[in-house]
């Protein structure tokens, strides 16, 4: 079978810098991704880790180690918009087409 | 530009009722799917599509069906209604990938209430 672990909730104030980390145990694996989700919206992908190491898009970065089946998603400059669910999403297990997601951390980001 | 377009956005049924949830896209996406997502939890894989007439099982395909007769729509029908079902209803689209490697674009969710 397949598992994620994420914490359930992270707080954090307004300008910090916040890491939100996510283990897995998969049969299969393709690559790592993080989706955020505001209350009462749509998922919105936010970056994919197939490989080893660092991957920045603007604010956010994403880092997965494979050996270690782990990865975490970085904020920085937080902002109060930043408050959200935040997924961590494997993919391979089962099918390479799906994705198995974990089950949300929710950021409360503080003024 | 619209994406993905899901209806209706609100329903409530009565258990043993049917209903078909709607969902369509105007991205040209070859793959589609329907997920589940209950309070506090994260999402759950129904059913999925990789393509006009082709449909598979995710995660949780009990009570559930789909069909996929044209690439822009992929309807998720529901025959018998249960209070277990009672869920926010999410569906999405990509490009032809694997592994996650092609986002997903999700529709805004359909919010059903059985009871």
């Known amino acids: 079978g397949q598992s994620l672990e994420q914490p359930s909730e992270v707080t954090a104030v307004e300008g910090a810098i916040v890491q939100i980390n996510c283990t897995y145990q998969t049969s299969g694996f393709y690559g790592l991704s993080w989706y955020q989700q505001h209350d009462g919206g749509a998922p919105t992908f936010l970056s994919y880790n197939a490989l080893d190491g660092l991957e920045e898009t603007g604010r956010f970065s994403s880092f997965l180690s494979r050996s270690d089946s782990y990865g975490y998603l970085l904020l920085q400059e937080l902002q109060m918009k930043d408050s959200a669910s935040y997924f961590c999403?494997?993919?391979?297990?089962?099918?390479?087409?799906?994705?198995?997601f974990g089950s949300g951390t929710q950021l409360t980001v503080l003024p | 530009n619209a994406g993905v377009t899901q209806t209706p956005k609100f329903r409530i049924l009565k258990i043993g009722q049917s209903m078909t949830l709607q969902c369509a896209q105007d991205?040209?996406?070859?793959?589609m799917y329907w997920y589940r997502q209950d309070p506090g939890m994260g999402l759950k894989l129904i059913y999925y599509s990789v393509g006009a007439g082709i449909t598979d099982k995710g995660e949780v395909p009990n009570g559930y069906n789909v069909s996929r007769s044209t690439t822009e729509d992929f309807p998720l029908r529901l025959e018998l209604a249960a209070p277990s079902q009672t869920s926010v209803y999410f569906c999405?689209?990509?490009?032809?990938?694997?592994?996650?490697?092609?986002?997903?674009?999700f529709g805004d969710g359909t919010r059903l209430s059985i009871l």
């Open positions: 999403a494997v993919g391979g297990s089962g099918s390479a087409r799906q994705l198995t």
């Open positions: 991205m040209n996406h070859n793959y």
């Open positions: 999405a689209s990509s490009r032809r990938g694997q592994g996650g490697n092609q986002p997903q674009h």
